[in-house]
């Protein structure tokens, strides 16, 4: 990787089969299921956009055609909403196909993330890169608050190494994700080098309770270890074996990032997400508390 060089790229997986939500991913990508009204997957690329990402690569699949069309201009649309004098609604949708430059490659075979990432590399070059997961949305009520990724670009823009965005979990889960090893004492908001990574480890197994939550930042050597990478579990081509492999040669920092992270990729983190957006809009809100507090009444 050239020195100094700026995060302009990301990459979304998104080419997962979403069969916990099953049925209704049966015919819809999950990361266009809403969350009130807006995709989860719109939540991921306005983060990325704020985070200042220019160029996106969606890693797709071949039922996912869905994904597509909403971030592409629909002028019929447009026009009908025009025709019935609806000028703000037609312009949000133009905005979404505004957001960034977006592109998409299909993953033909369902051999995991890091083979997911590895499909973008003629995409990325010899550019640093940013990875959002779609099953994690990070919101920050303070609308002026950094966004997650960006605060992720600005640790590797000061070290110009590979930052992974963490958080703390319950011990209980960590189980369910990838946990570091740091090397020292982590501080909210400053970036602590690793010795290690475990993918869901048990209790006894793990080194610390700070799970990788779906926010990469890597220089471009990442490639030469997925390129080399070998299948493992599942038939799949695990990032975190790669990452693993990168640690002998390269320093990897973790970043505790701040903003309330909900884990979409479950039925409970989905509705405690759209509760929560719920209650963030004005126009919504006194409507919702009255209903939850209906319910909790019964």
């Known amino acids: 990787m050239k020195p100094n060089q700026r995060v302009r790229k990301a990459v979304i997986p998104a080419a997962g089969l979403g069969t916990r939500f099953l049925p209704a991913t049966k015919a819809m990508p999950k990361e266009m299921l809403p969350l009130v009204d807006k995709p989860t997957l719109q939540y991921i690329i306005e983060e990325a956009v ?120 319950a011990l209980e889960d960590v189980s369910k994700y990838g946990i570091v090893n740091p090397k020292s004492a982590v501080v909210q908001g400053k970036p602590t080098l690793l010795k290690g990574v475990i993918e869901k480890p048990t209790i006894d197994e793990a080194p610390s309770n700070l799970a990788i939550l779906g926010r990469y930042v890597f220089t471009n050597e990442i490639f030469e270890y997925l390129k080399d990478e070998k299948v493992g579990k599942g038939g799949e081509i695990w990032l975190t074996d790669s990452i693993l492999r990168m640690l002998e040669n390269d320093n990897i920092w973790a970043l505790p990032f701040s903003g309330k992270r909900y884990d979409i990729g479950n039925k409970l983190g989905f509705i405690e997400a759209t509760i929560d957006l719920a209650l963030e809009r004005p126009e919504l809100r006194d409507a919702v508390e009255k209903m939850l507090l209906t319910k909790i009444k019964k």
């Open 50 to 169: 704020a985070s200042g990402i220019e160029e996106i690569i969606i890693i797709t699949s071949s039922t996912k055609s869905a994904m597509e069309n909403h971030f592409d201009i629909n002028w019929e649309l447009e026009e009908r909403l025009k025709i019935k004098g609806k000028l703000k609604e037609a312009q949000a949708m133009r905005d979404i196909a505004n957001l960034a430059n977006i592109y998409y490659v299909r993953q033909k075979e369902p051999k995991g993330l890091g083979h997911a990432i590895l499909c973008a590399h003629s995409f990325i070059g010899d550019e640093p890169f940013a990875v959002l997961l779609g099953d994690d949305v990070v919101i920050n009520k303070d609308k002026n608050a950094t966004p997650a990724l960006k605060q992720c670009i600005d640790a590797f823009d000061k070290l110009q190494e590979s930052v992974l965005g963490v958080q703390e979990v």
